[in-house]
């Protein structure tokens, strides 16, 4: 007979809030064992009485069979101990004392189950905007503290009708401690606002919002995590009518579509894109668009389109009463800002650009954007390459293991594109995307996002960590969250290294390749184009692009024409000579030509750069495809859009390289030559990125011959560019190098603040 016993299990990872304890309940029974499970801040802790043989069949399960939302990284018997007196198995009340460790769970789509509930007449949720489980629903975007219960999360408000109280406290009910659980009895309702002041609820709200959609009108939406700006895809006035009032002339929109069908009828999708899809998350996935599927107005001058399924019911309910396949979903927020999440800022700011405002009584707690991804294929890769450009609602705030302990602290990221990241052990909890730093409304987010997550973690970080940027919003080292210790400042190139080394769990030394378009050397002048060696404790620049006149400063990234009209008089001496190799410069007046080659020559306000973004930037505005810059890396994007995302490299043009210095002067005659003798300007985008490929092959061969290095990591916001970052992993690794590129965080400023903590862990003493 098999020896009886007691087993205490503690289980972590995301194990509330998904439906974890329901779980654990029934295997219990199924498997005969008495017992009880709760949640603690720590995870999930069960004492389970019985057999040896199945209490060890029973904790393997604890991890093999778990629901679908949780995801387990340790199941580990703390001790054993006699049999249980009682034969039953019970579900008890949390602990909320001790160290809080479980996950936060994120944001998630809307499971199949509820989904059918919404559309079923007989069912008592039927059409309910805000039907979920504890397979499904909103997580993150609603709590405020752990454990995740329900009176720590913005539905503390809503008390349960007798009905939905007694699903929720029925261990063999799906609702079982879902804990935004309600009905249209005693939940959350929709509202829609008029411009001029009138307002309905419940389905009278979907109903006109619906109508509003169909008949070419702007509506904003409250969604997960803030409020999106929806207008009918397939129409392109009322497309039009959303770029005038949104004043956002190029920037691709992204859609919002019924289903696989309809994407497969305006993208082309494999088998792994629709995985991506249609997981839990329901990231916005770019895709290559078919010709002419939608108006060319949604996506301008970009082969791939933006696409996301539904990720709440009333999204569902909307394509459904509205009849519309597909419908552009874009940030609701005023340009530069973050995205509204309140009530009250819809209601006082989108009348701006909406025609009605849908919105509910259910408050976020948190803003959560939606998170962006692409999927790169190669026939030389094993799988699908993921990048995410926006990291945010689905995966934030899960956390990066980074593999090794690590001092508590807090980053703050840059100045773009910024995310808050905190450290625990050797977990990294990185905050979804916030935004750029530029208005204060911003900055504020920016510190309620970071005082939100240590409170969740009950994290109290030693020491903050800011670029060393002595301009940026964040770098006075005096605008934390209270950590006392003195502030720990990083070069901005050296924590994108950090940020893929970590996320892959290396240690140094290697090879970094950081291309992005500034960031604060450490000489005082602005890098960009780097080839680092080194690892977590410190680098040393083994080579770096030359640096051009960014003429007139900032204002070069808004007017890449400034740069191009450099690149041209670094090349060919004067500007002249400069106008006649490039005819896209003969649009600038003469006393245009005259003020910008007295700035260059002079350095007026013209700081010199190394950097890759600003080059891109530069060519793309000689070649006539970007001279003016509605969004950040406009050109880049474009001049890759002429590549319609194949990936074939042919022979590019050459750089000069020094001892350290990579010169683009030779790239740059050359490209005059190529467009004298009429060469198609997607012709000269290809030669152009190869010649950037073959160039980072050269650099890391030879920087690889001197110091015996022959690890590589690819990081930097020019490393978006999916024809650089695949051409790049695979060549290299081609030439034996072990690449490593990102997968979990963007490769921009999104991921950042993960590199400043590594670099801070590591950083010696001052």
């Known amino acids: 007979m098999t020896e009886q016993a007691t087993w205490s299990i503690r289980v972590t990872g995301v194990v509330q809030g998904v439906g974890y304890r329901p779980f654990v309940y029934k295997l219990a029974l199924e498997r005969e064992l008495a017992g009880w499970v709760r949640n603690d801040p720590e995870g999930v802790l069960i004492a389970a009485s019985g057999h040896e043989s199945v209490l060890r069949l029973f904790s393997e399960e604890l991890a093999s069979r778990a629901p679908e939302l949780a995801k387990v990284d340790g199941v580990v018997v703390l001790d054993r101990s006699e049999p249980l007196a009682d034969s039953g198995f019970d579900i008890v009340a949390s602990e909320h004392s001790g160290a809080k460790a479980a996950l936060v769970p994120a944001d998630t789509h809307v499971c199949a ?59 063999m009910s799906r609702r079982f401690h879902a804990q935004p659980n309600a009905c249209a009895d005693c939940g959350p309702r929709l509202s829609l606002a008029e411009r001029d002041g009138t307002t309905v609820e419940g389905e009278e709200a979907l109903r006109q919002c619906a109508r509003a959609l169909a008949s070419g009108r702007i509506a904003a939406i409250k969604s997960i995590g803030g409020f999106h700006l929806a207008v009918d895809a397939t129409d392109a006035e009322a497309v039009a009518l959303l770029r005038a009032r949104k004043r956002r002339d190029s920037k691709p929109f992204a859609v919002m579509i019924r289903d696989l069908t309809v994407a497969h009828r305006i993208v082309e999708l494999s088998a792994a894109e629709e995985d991506m899809l249609r997981s839990p998350a329901r990231p916005i996935l770019l895709a290559r668009k078919h010709s002419g599927a939608v108006p060319e107005n949604v996506a301008p001058r970009n082969p791939n389109l933006g696409l996301m399924l539904p990720s709440a019911p009333h999204h569902h309910l909307l394509l459904d009463e509205s009849g519309l396949d597909v419908v552009v979903m874009t940030s609701g927020n005023i340009s530069g800002y973050p995205i509204v999440h309140r009530n009250e800022d819809a209601l006082g700011q989108l009348f701006d650009i909406a025609d009605v405002i849908l919105y509910h009584d259910r408050d976020i707690e948190i803003r959560v954007d939606d998170s962006v991804v692409r999927l790169s294929a190669h026939p030389e890769l094993d ?125 140094g030394p290697a090879i970094g390749v950081i291309f992005d378009g500034a960031g604060y050397g450490v000489d005082g002048t602005i890098w960009g184009g780097e ?65 910008y080659s007295t700035m260059w020559a002079r350095g007026i306000n013209s700081p010199e750069v190394s950097s890759m973004g600003r080059l891109f930037d530069g060519v793309a505005a000689l070649l006539g495809v970007c001279s003016h810059a509605e969004y950040e890396a406009q050109g880049p994007i474009e001049l890759e ?72 990591v690819l990081s930097g916001g020019v490393f978006l560019n999916e024809f650089l970052l695949v051409n790049c992993l695979v060549l290299l690794r081609r030439d034996g190098f072990d690449v490593h590129t990102h997968r979990q965080v963007p490769p921009n400023d999104g991921g950042l603040a993960l590199g400043q903590l590594l670099v801070a862990a590591d950083a010696p003493p001052p």
């Open 113 to 171: 189950d509820c989904l059918a509930e919404l559309r079923d007449p007989t069912d008592r949720r039927y059409r309910y905007p805000f039907i979920n489980c504890t397979n499904c629903g909103p997580r993150y975007s609603i709590i405020g503290a752990l454990p995740y219960d329900r009176s720590q999360t913005t539905m503390r408000s809503f008390v349960m009708c007798e009905r939905c109280d007694r699903e929720y406290r029925d261990p």
């Open 531 to 595: 080839f680092l060696i080194g690892g977590f404790e410190s680098f040393t620049r083994a080579a770096h692009l030359r640096r051009m006149v960014l003429i007139g400063g900032d204002r070069a990234v808004h007017e890449p024409i400034r740069t191009g009209v450099s690149l041209a008089l670094d090349a060919f001496g004067d500007i002249d000579s400069a106008v006649k190799a490039f005819p896209a410069l003969s649009r600038l007046d003469q006393d245009r030509r005259h003020v």
């Open 383 to 507: 799988a699908p390459l993921p990048t995410f450009l926006r990291r945010a609602r689905g995966y934030a705030p899960y956390p990066v293991d980074v593999g090794r302990p690590l001092a508590p602290l807090v980053a703050y990221g840059a100045e773009l594109k910024t995310t808050v990241a905190l450290s625990a052990g050797s977990r990294v909890y990185l905050s979804q995307h916030i935004g750029d730093l530029k208005n204060d409304e911003t900055f504020a987010s920016h510190r309620k996002t970071a005082a939100h997550l240590a409170a969740l973690y009950d994290l109290r970080p030693a020491a903050g960590v800011y670029d060393m940027h002595p301009q940026f919003r964040t770098s006075s080292g005096r605008e934390g969250i209270g950590e006392p210790g003195d502030p720990v400042f990083v070069q901005h190139h050296h924590a994108h290294m950090a940020a893929c080394m970590a996320e892959n769990q290396l240690s």
């Open 641 to 712: 859009g002429l590549l319609e995302r194949d990936l074939g490299t042919v022979e590019g043009y050459a750089f000069d390289y020094g001892t350290t210095e990579v010169d683009f002067r030779p790239v740059i005659r050359a490209i005059a030559e190529e467009l004298a003798a009429e060469v198609p300007v997607p012709e000269i985008s290809r030669r152009f990125h190869s010649g950037v490929v073959a160039m980072v092959r050269q650099r890391c061969r030879e920087i690889s011959r001197t110091t015996g290095i022959r690890r590589v």
